[in-house]
């Protein structure tokens, strides 16, 4: 028990050790900015940054805009999620597809996402539906490559069982497949659920009138730096959010399908 | 009368240019345990995978209880020597059973009270809401086991299954296959490169020679059921087999 409670106190001294290097930050900035070594035009003071987070989360700004980017970042996962899991199920489980597939795919890949935001723009214009597509068209990819390397990787035996159960093309699918390549597939939409967030927030900061990357350039724009610095602050914090919460997840509901699961 | 459990005629099976099996012939009667033994590389887990449809022959004939074999089939369950890789980690020990009933649209309750009655008959039903990588290998080849009994197949085919575990595990199992074998009148086909195994477990023993994979001899064994670890393997019949064998498949 004594031991316990020394480990839990090293603990929290460990976690507190992470603090010291931004806080001492903090403390020099602040200081810079009130002896005027820092300029404020660009560097606002932490506090003036505080004051400024806190009023736009208080007026409801702030909260908009993170709802607007996060609707399209997490539409356009789902949706480059569902597509990129169903096709790389298919193209895993048929080689074939793949020599008729692959040279296209490997053709539109190097695509960078942001060059076809001028493309969706045409299709839809401004707007929820255009944002998602340009972060659908980027999150396809790393899912898409993981999802059949996967089913490439799977052990063959599997198959050898469901065969042996007479089990139809679903039930293959359900109960075999799909359970053997999860982990690995969730491996591959938390890559693309970091990469959702920055193409959305690109988006909103080119073109979208609209979200978190549309509120920073007005931010910008219209001179106010301690608003500005509070909301690449809080686009950080949210993006760290979503990605602890996606791990959470990853360990509460998904540990069994870990190839080492109960080991 | 009672149709072969399998019957197999002329069956020739090669990779490319390889010829692995050549024109093997063999009848399992029904209800039999045929043990098959040979040294690695003489086909035996071929064997097995084309009696269980899973390959298909370049040649030759297999019947299944009267009915030629054409894929697989939940008849035929095929029991795995790497239990490891054979279980699906992801689900309970229990419900790794019970994927058979699953198949066949068991509702829930059903599928639960039958996988558990299997469990307890191969001495896991402690283990039921664990996941297979947290038993030793022991169990989880008897879950596997039991896994197979669920399909309710006809035909056993048990590829080393025991080969991995040690000697102690080995023999318990061993006796187990044995009772359960007769007690659910499933035919087995057992392969092994343990000949000792192979003459305590079988009714005939089949001694393949290698490269490429041939029928070398049948044995039939005059041993009584049920066998015991220590009296059976005294048994002057058993002393002869096993001098047989040896001589055949490692030389005198």
Redesign the interface.
């Known amino acids: 028990m004594a031991r316990n409670r020394q480990a839990a106190g090293w603990r929290a001294i460990g976690s507190l050790r992470g603090v010291a290097i931004p806080a001492l930050l903090l403390a020099l900035w602040e200081a810079g900015a009130a002896l005027g070594v820092v300029p404020e035009d660009t560097m606002s003071r932490p506090s003036a940054i505080a004051v400024a987070g806190w009023r736009a989360l208080w007026d409801g700004s702030l909260v908009l805009a993170t709802i607007q980017t996060f609707q399209c970042a997490l539409i356009g996962l789902a949706l480059a999620a569902m597509i990129a899991i169903a096709s790389g199920v298919l193209i895993g489980l048929l080689p074939a597809l793949e020599a008729v597939v692959g040279p296209t795919l490997d053709a539109i890949r190097p695509v960078p996402a942001v060059a076809i935001i001028p493309l969706a723009l045409l299709i839809y214009g401004f707007g929820v539906r255009m944002e998602v597509l340009v972060v659908t068209f980027a999150c396809v990819w790393p899912i898409l490559i993981v999802a059949v390397s996967a089913v490439r990787g799977m052990e063959p035996r599997l198959m050898d069982i469901a065969r042996t159960l007479e089990m139809s093309l679903a039930a293959r699918l359900w109960r075999i497949v799909l359970p053997a390549v999860l982990a690995r597939i969730a491996v591959g939409v938390r890559v693309s659920a970091g990469i959702a967030l920055v193409v959305a927030v690109t988006v909103e900061i080119v073109l979208n009138p609209q979200g978190l990357g549309y509120s920073l350039t007005v931010a910008a724009q219209s001179l106010h730096p301690d608003l500005m610095w509070a909301e690449l602050l809080w686009v950080g914090l949210t993006g760290w959010a979503f990605n602890r919460l996606l791990t959470m997840i990853d360990r509460r509901w998904l540990w069994r399908f870990h190839a080492w699961a109960g080991a | 009368m009672i149709p072969n459990a399998l019957q197999v005629r002329q069956l020739s099976m090669s990779f490319g240019t390889h010829l692995v099996l050549d024109r093997i012939d063999l009848d399992v009667s029904d209800g039999e345990f045929l043990s098959v033994v040979g040294a690695s590389g003489c086909g035996k887990t071929t064997l097995l995978r084309l009696l269980?449809?899973?390959i298909v022959p370049t040649a030759g004939e297999m019947v299944a209880l009267g009915r030629p074999i054409s894929?697989?089939?939940?008849e035929?369950?095929?029991v795995?020597q790497?239990y490891s890789?054979?279980l699906?980690?992801?689900?309970r020990v229990w419900t790794n059973v019970a994927?058979?009933y699953?198949?066949r649209g068991v509702p829930y309750k059903e599928r639960r009270g039958r996988a558990y009655a299997l469990l307890e008959r191969m001495g896991l039903g402690a283990v039921g809401e664990?996941?297979?990588?947290?038993l030793s290998g022991g169990m989880q080849q008897r879950v596997q086991i039991a896994r197979c009994l669920a399909?309710e197949p006809r035909v056993m085919l048990m590829d080393e299954p025991f080969g991995a575990l040690d000697a102690l595990t080995r023999q318990s199992l061993q006796d187990e296959i044995a009772r359960l074998a007769a007690q659910q009148r499933v035919t087995v086909v057992f392969i092994t490169h343990d000949l000792e195994e192979a003459i305590y477990l079988g009714d005939r023993v089949v001694a393949l020679s290698p490269n490429p994979g041939r029928v070398a001899e049948i044995v039939r064994l005059e041993l009584p059921r049920p066998r015991h670890q220590l009296t059976t393997r005294e048994d002057p019949a058993f002393l002869g087999a096993r001098h047989r064998l040896f001589n055949l498949l490692v030389g005198p």
């Open positions: 269980a449809g899973l894929g697989p089939s939940r035929r369950a095929i795995f790497d890789r054979s699906l980690p992801w689900r994927l058979a699953e198949v664990y996941f297979p990588g947290q399909q």
